[in-house]
């Protein structure tokens, strides 16, 4: 048995930019319980969260780690995320496992592009939210400043719980101490905190206001209230390096953080489209198990697959018998794991409220629900950002095509932003995900992990094509006479644009016998197979309508093979009628440069077709700028950013919408489509 309840649980992500201190702060929460006895290092390679080779070579995370310790009798679950906004996938997939944010900012770097998106995916959830500053090794002297940011982008409910000495050295309580001086006046935070803290209870507030004097345990209850309606969100201090402000961290998880009991609840979806419910899931022991995949990896040598699991209510043993949602066959626990980092221990059960992490169960995936006896619906997922950047790969050994596919297969299970294809045209395997930085990390690790090297072709931009006209009455027979059994198929369709977002849609307005009923679904397959290979340029076709007004048969020759093959033909003669464009996808780029760069940078995004939406002004003398621009005029837009910016600038894009490709610029598409079809006949 565990020796604590779902009531002794706190569950708290890191979240923050690269550089923060995430990895280190949470090696000092592990030192200082004893959890481990020497304080791990990224800088020398001894971290037992930054534990890979790829993530020794880089520097940086690249996947989520996960320890725990014990601290005033609580069971702390620590998630350490990357902060490199590539990773998003492995970061935002811990939002459905904590309860608490805790959100890392460097005293010497600020507020970057990543802390503000992980605060506010955190805010949207409804978590209690921490904010850490890290490194006040670095100086004192910007802090005021970083603090009066911090309130004016995340909010006034921002207050500090404790401050940083005026030399870094130590961190001074503000919640007990209503004097003292630090790098600011204790008095006056201790103020704004009680202040802030009773706002939240109306009785509370009416005897502050009234000068009453209010006990330390009503304060720490209404503190408690605070941090779960968010109307207060506490600022620490800390120095991972100098283990400065642990204690303290610690102290406030233990006490103030919510339990998964008090904290946000995952929500269970039933139902689809618009029958869709969703509703909160109470972390009750007894109830039958119920979990949710947010972490998948497999160990760098053996390759024995480890997926954790926040388990959301109920318990489960090594004897248990779990399913996951989508059919998927019936599985037994095994042994049940808490991770420290790189190693392991096994434990008896896993109660509800707790993380923990099943070894050799080859059929689970990331975000997969996963449950005990009848499936009861999909845990809901953190939104994830579509992968936009794409390259076609071959393996460079012969023969490896098969190893290659069991490797991306292996990703796919781990990162939902990793998508692999087939280019239906050259027949290449395509692999997209978030930015080069995240495909070239994926790439480095099949060489290390698996020995396997690959071929890439430059980004392929996901174009789609469309029409902007109708055509009426358009035929297309087929006819084949080769000895024995002939082929033939007449066919006569409408087409015209559907709406934006609507798809393809096949209507069958024939009335009477012109084409047989058994064969005009075999035209849809043809205009769909047409519509996968595309028409202009190679590219899927979309929002189309289709309608089958007329036909003919052949009593011996018709057959499903040759309507299938009119519906192609129809469809293509008719899409090229109807004057055809191409779509490419723009999306929201967000860029972070020394503000001595802003010029530059934004008339080089016009250069690219790009429309600037805003600039905020960052500390640090820092600037984010925010456009739209066509994902085709990104592909080398790593280097000249770095180029530009000696290094400082940093850019992180979702997919925003598809607009109408100009008609210089589609031509010149076409010509090389078509180059490539000849080049590949």
């Known amino acids: 048995m565990a020796k604590y309840t779902v ?92 309860e608490t944010a805790v959100i890392v900012i460097s005293a010497a770097d600020g507020i970057q592009m990543n802390t503000r998106k992980m605060f506010n ?24 400043s970083l603090i009066n940011t911090i309130q004016e982008t995340f909010g006034m409910e921002c207050r500090c719980a404790n401050v940083a000495a005026a030399d870094g050295g130590s961190v001074i309580d503000c919640i007990i101490n209503d004097s003292g001086s630090g790098f600011t006046d204790v008095a006056e935070a201790h103020t704004n905190l009680l202040e802030t803290i009773v706002e939240a209870d109306e009785e509370l507030m009416e005897a502050y206001l009234g000068g009453e004097e209010i006990s330390a345990d009503k304060i720490a209850n209404a503190f408690q209230q605070a941090m779960l309606s968010r109307s207060v969100i506490p600022i620490l201090f800390t120095s991972a390096r100098n283990k400065i402000g642990a204690k ?81 066959k019936g599985m037994r626990a095994g042994n049940i794991l808490k991770l420290q980092g790189d190693t392991s221990e096994q434990i008896e059960q896993g109660v509800a409220g707790d993380i923990i992490t099943l070894a050799k169960i080859e059929d689970l995936k990331i975000l997969d629900t996963v449950f005990v006896g009848s499936e009861p619906g999909k845990i809901k997922a953190p939104t994830m950002p579509i992968p936009m950047y794409s390259l076609a790969i071959t393996p460079k050994s012969r023969g490896d095509e098969t190893k290659m596919s069991q490797a991306l297969t292996e990703v796919v299970e781990s990162d939902p932003t990793f998508l692999v294809t087939r280019d239906s045209q050259t027949n290449e395997q395509v692999v997209s995900g978030i930015g080069e930085l995240h495909l070239r990390v994926i790439l480095s690790r099949l060489h290390s992990r698996r020995g396997l090297d690959v071929d890439t072709k430059p980004p392929k931009i996901p174009y789609r094509e469309t029409i902007s006209a109708s055509a009426k009455y358009v035929e297309y027979t087929h006819k084949k006479q080769s000895g024995g059994s002939g082929q033939f198929a007449r066919v006569f369709i409408d087409m015209e644009p559907n709406e934006t977002g609507k798809g393809y849609e096949f209507v069958d307005k024939i009335f009477g016998g012109s084409i047989d009923q058994p064969f005009r679904p075999s035209v849809d397959k043809g205009c769909q197979a047409a519509m996968g290979e595309g028409v202009i340029a190679g590219y899927p076709v979309v929002d189309v309508k289709v309608s089958l007004v007329d036909g003919k048969t052949h009593p011996v020759d018709s057959k499903d093979i040759a309507f299938q093959i009119a519906g192609k033909g129809a469809f293509r003669k008719a899409f090229e009628q109807c004057k055809p464009v191409l779509l490419e996808p723009f999306v929201n780029l967000e860029v972070t440069v020394p503000t001595e760069n802003v010029g530059d940078i934004t008339g080089d995004l016009a250069g690219r077709r ?34 530009v910016t000696g290094g400082q600038g940093s850019y992180s894009m979702e997919l925003s919408h598809y607009e109408t490709v100009p008609s210089n610029v589609q031509q010149q598409i076409v010509d090389k489509a078509k180059a490539e079809k000849e080049e590949h006949a």
Do not use: W
């Open 7 to 98: 009531d002794d649980i706190r569950n708290v992500v890191l979240f923050g930019h690269a550089s923060a201190g995430k990895t280190s702060l949470a090696e000092l929460l592990l030192n200082t319980t004893g959890a481990t006895n020497r304080l791990g290092s990224v800088d020398d390679k001894t971290s037992c969260l930054d534990c890979d080779e790829e993530e020794h070579h880089c520097g940086y995370s690249i996947d989520s780690g996960i320890a725990h310790v014990t601290h005033a009798d609580k069971e702390i679950n620590i998630i350490d995320t990357p902060g490199y906004p590539d990773f998003i996938g492995a970061t935002s997939c811990c939002l459905t496992a904590a």
């Open 248 to 328: 303290e961290l610690l102290d406030l998880i233990a006490t103030t953080c919510p339990n998964p009991k008090q904290g946000v609840k995952v929500q269970l979806l039933t139902g689809e489209g618009e029958e869709q419910t969703a509703q909160d899931i109470e972390p009750d022991p007894s109830a039958p198990f119920l979990g949710t995949v947010f972490r998948v990896t497999s160990d760098p040598k053996t390759h024995i697959k480890h997926t954790t699991i926040r388990v959301v209510r109920g318990s489960v043993k090594s004897d248990s018998s779990l399913a996951a949602t989508g059919g998927k």
């Open 610 to 643: 790009g429309r600037v939406q805003g600039q905020d002004m960052l500390p640090g003398n820092m600037t984010v700028i925010k456009a739209q621009v066509p994902l085709s005029e990104l592909q080398t837009y790593n280097s000249q950013l770095k180029s």
């Open 121 to 144: 995916a955190a805010k949207d959830r409804g978590m209690a939210c921490v904010i850490v500053i890290n490194k006040i090794d670095s100086g004192t002297d910007e802090l005021e």
